[in-house]
């Protein structure tokens, strides 16, 4: 059997189920639990066992959670079942309109990132911290910098991944896999499955959670497993960076602009510095809060957010700082 036509019935049994809910929920726990015991029963590998008992913890408990939970595991199927496109064709599509909409949806994200960076409000805070318009302008000189090195490299970041794996994992025997295949699989990143049996490894067996390009790149370059702990490090450092300038941000406009501007303009200091540092637990609160619901993925959110800056403060700061009111324009 071709492995593209087990993933297409894969996803044919994915639909099914979703058809034949709630039954086919509580079948699916009963066949789990079977499996389970069958395992065990029969001095089976731990390993084995485990991954039967996880994929029965995850199994949704309600039907409308099962709907979702089958509906993503059904496109994914559909996904690695379809006709692979070259890998090195630009845009891949199922014909050239919908290979037109691809680029104008990339270049439009280009746009979208491009003012979005320049309006960013926490960005744009730490420019008015510095003494002098010269020391400003150097500011924004070294950030953009820096921001334009970090664009310009994580497509390239992407690229070696993807060419390190093409040549050195597809085709290889699974059972001589380098050590930071099983190492990032045990935490859920990497998955291979043995479709067909044949102890090779194929790029359709292979699935890779997007955050693994990130973060095994240096172990997949040769580099000690350290270097990973030093790129998660910085990552964590560069979001804690901006949540808290975007939290500081949001907190002082509420009790700025909204609270003593609008709502109580004969406010004290200490009451608003008091009502600021509410707005912020406030604010992070409800951050948390939405951001453990997984609401979509974290590149539409990027695009969502970039494009909101954009179209609300880059054509605003633009008028207002050449419109003479500026503390720029002052400046001069």
Same mark, same amino acid.
């Given at each position: 059997?071709?492995?593209?036509a ?44 485990? =991954? ?27 996904l ?7 890998h ?67 497509? =390239?970041?992407?690229?070696?991944a993807?060419?390190?794996?093409y040549s ?9 896999l380098?050590?930071?295949?099983s @190492?990032?699989?045990k ?14 490894l ?8 997007? /955050?693994?390009i ?19 490090a910085? @990552?964590?450092? @560069?979001a804690?960076?901006?949540? /808290?300038?975007l ?9 700025? /602009? ?8 004969e @406010? $004290? $200091?200490?009451?608003?510095?008091v009502?600021?540092k ?10 948390? $809060?939405?951001a ?11 695009? #969502? =957010? ?13 008028? #207002? ?5 500026g ?6």
């Amino acid at each position: 059997m071709k492995l593209a036509a087990f993933f297409r019935e894969r996803a044919d049994g994915y639909y099914e189920r979703i058809l034949t809910l709630p039954e086919a929920l509580d079948e699916e726990r009963l066949r789990l639990a079977e499996q389970i015991e069958e395992l065990k029963s029969s001095n089976a590998q731990m390993r084995e066992v485990v =991954a039967i008992e996880r994929e029965r913890r995850e199994l949704p408990t309600s039907s409308e959670a099962a709907k979702v939970y089958w509906e993503k595991l059904m496109r994914d199927a559909a996904l690695r079942g379809a006709d692979p496109e070259h890998h090195l064709t630009p845009y891949p599509s199922g014909g050239e309109e919908v290979s037109n909409t691809a680029r104008l949806n990339f270049l439009s994200l280009v746009f979208c990132l491009m003012v979005g960076t320049a309006a960013l409000p926490h960005v744009l805070m730490r420019y008015y911290t510095t003494p002098s318009v010269r020391e400003a302008r150097t500011s924004v000189f070294w950030s953009l910098l820096f921001i334009l090195a970090l664009y310009l490299t994580a497509p =390239a970041y992407a690229a070696f991944a993807k060419y390190e794996i093409y040549s050195t994992l597809i085709g290889s025997s699974i059972a001589q896999l380098p050590v930071w295949v099983s @190492a990032w699989g045990k935490i859920g990143l990497v998955s291979i499955e043995d479709v067909n049996g044949d102890g090779i490894l194929q790029l359709v067996e292979l699935a890779l959670n997007p /955050d693994v390009i990130l973060l095994a790149t240096p172990e997949i370059a040769g580099l000690p497993y350290v270097i990973s702990g030093l790129v998660a490090a910085g @990552a964590l450092a @560069a979001a804690l960076s901006t949540a /808290d300038g975007l939290l500081l941000t949001i907190a002082s406009a509420l009790s700025h /602009d909204v609270y003593y501007k609008v709502y109580r303009p004969e @406010a $004290t $200091t200490q009451w608003r510095l008091v009502v600021s540092k509410t707005l912020l637990l406030v604010v992070a609160v409800l951050a948390a $809060t939405v951001a453990s619901q997984k609401p979509a993925a974290i590149l539409s959110m990027v695009a #969502w =957010a970039f494009s909101l800056a954009g179209a609300a403060f880059f054509s605003g700061i633009d008028s #207002w700082r050449f419109s003479g009111k500026g503390p720029m324009r002052r400046a001069r």
